[in-house]
């Protein structure tokens, strides 16, 4: 698309991006919140305090159990961004519910993104605790954006994530995306998951919005419609110039029989093509098996065989680590929602990112910005991540502080002033990128369950900065006077 510099303070400018969460989002997205950062920016403006502060979005482990995140979800979120303007319906109803003065309903009428926002762009590999997003801007700008960035990078990170872990398992083998009946957010799970990996979806708008290649087979009912699976299979080649056959409505051993007997019909009456065959349930190792040696003994040998039925990564890698002669699989709800597995331990769902006050300006004597709580501390300061080589190890840093040596700076500027400065990029080269940063990651970490962490390290400036701000504020903690 070129280089789209188009303000986020312009109103006539709404749905700048063709590759975005609008075909879901309303004109305004103003009330895409949480009630209380609308309370919040209330009190903020209430007292002036509305000083320039800087945010980072980040997670503190990767999903799945797995080495590596597969960030995704900029554009949706740069969506949101773009359509973050209170109508009148909006102002109403506030005023309505939480009596909120004119005058700040002005304020929230005329508030537009002034800020600036750096990115890893989507297709990058991220580690914990690295910013996905930093985002500076008035206080009250960016802490009103906090829910929706998250739920933008949030699930379209973990459903990326999730797909990349399907296509390295698959090896080579195709993955279908059939999680529409399933997502909770299907364009966004469509988007994700061809980004990373996927080739295909079933789901026929996100095929359409994101030019993806669409797929599917036949459902069963389709096939019980029929007096006799054999006449449900004749109507499907009479029909379809290419097709595919599902063979499990009954019994696998008649339905592949079936499958090549209307293949080799219909390919001399009209040449219509049977292309694969599909397995949905019972034992995939096994009856791939004896579906393929069925289709190679009549001369069918480009017919693929594909399966589905909760397919996670785990069981790509035990029906493909078996030997079975699989082709494809269709994964639905393990990758619309982004579930985890017993066998890794996680719950998945929902991936664990963070939107923190990490720097205010406001605050001359000590601007870095920290959240005490153990495990769950944060980092002060306004920081740069860089990558080290060839995934030889991470650094995160000040933004003040030189680039390393052989680093490169993953944060890019994607906004400025509350202009858009970065080039839009579309799934598919997203989708490049990202399946060739999956081909450059260290052997361990391409294990669905490593037993090696990637390094990812806090440069010395950091390190100081953040035990000076946790003295700091420990020491107001000793010495108030309820301590």
Not at 469 to 480: D, K, N, P
Request: charged content about 25%; overall charge negative.
């Amino acid at each position: 698309m070129g280089d789209s510099r188009r303000g986020f303070v312009d109103e006539s400018e709404h749905a700048f991006s063709q590759e975005g969460d609008h075909l879901f989002l309303p004109e305004s997205t103003a009330l895409f919140v949480d009630l209380y950062h609308i309370d919040a920016a209330y009190m903020a403006w209430k007292g002036n305090h509305i000083g320039t502060a800087t945010f980072d979005l980040y997670t503190r482990s990767n999903p799945f159990g797995g080495g590596f995140m597969l960030v995704a979800g900029l554009e949706p979120a740069l969506d949101y961004l773009q359509r973050f303007s209170y109508d009148d319906e909006q102002l109403a109803y506030l005023e309505r519910v939480k009596g909120y003065e004119p005058e700040f309903l002005t304020f929230l009428r005329d508030m537009r993104f002034t800020g600036d926002i750096y990115g890893i762009p989507e297709g990058e590999i991220a580690f914990p605790n690295e910013p996905i997003l930093r985002v500076t801007a008035p206080f009250h700008e960016a802490l009103i954006l906090e829910s929706g960035l998250l739920r933008a990078i949030g699930v379209s990170t973990l459903i990326a994530t999730k797909a990349a872990r399907l296509t390295l398992a698959a090896r080579g083998a195709s993955i279908a995306d059939f999680a529409f009946r399933r997502a909770h957010a299907p364009h966004i799970a469509t988007r994700a998951g061809y980004i990373g990996g996927c080739h295909s979806t079933s789901f026929v708008a996100g095929a359409m919005e994101y030019d993806i290649p669409p797929s599917g087979t036949i459902p069963h009912a389709l096939v019980q419609a029929y007096p006799t699976e054999l006449e449900a299979f004749r109507a499907v080649a009479a029909a379809m110039p290419t097709y595919s056959l599902l063979l499990d409505t009954y019994s696998v051993e008649h339905g592949i029989a079936n499958a090549i007997t209307v293949a080799h019909e219909e390919a001399a009456r009209s040449g219509h093509r049977l292309t694969a065959v599909r397995l949905d349930s019972g034992d995939l190792i096994a009856d791939s098996r004896f579906v393929r040696e069925r289709l190679d003994a009549a001369g069918l040998h480009d017919v693929k065989v594909l399966v589905s039925g909760d397919i996670d990564e785990y069981r790509i890698e035990e029906i493909l680590g078996s030997g079975a002669p699989v082709d494809g699989f269709g994964v639905g709800g393990n990758l619309g929602v982004g579930l985890g597995t017993v066998a890794s331990g996680t719950v998945g769902g929902v991936i664990g990112a963070v939107y923190k006050l990490v720097w205010f300006d406001s605050d001359e004597l000590r601007p870095s910005r920290i959240k005490l709580s153990g495990g769950k501390s944060t980092w002060p300061g306004r920081k740069q991540a860089y990558r080290i080589g060839a995934f030889e190890r991470d650094i995160i840093q000040l933004d003040t502080e030189p680039e390393p040596a052989d680093g490169r700076p993953l944060l890019e500027p994607i906004v400025e002033n509350g202009i858009r400065v970065s080039r839009e990029a579309t799934v598919h080269q997203i989708r490049e990128r990202a399946l060739a940063n999956l081909d450059s990651l260290p052997a361990p970490l391409r294990e669905l369950t490593p037993d090696w962490t990637y390094p990812v390290d806090m440069s010395e400036s950091l390190l100081a900065l953040r035990q000076e701000t946790i003295a700091f504020y420990e020491q107001q903690v000793a010495s108030s006077p309820d301590s």
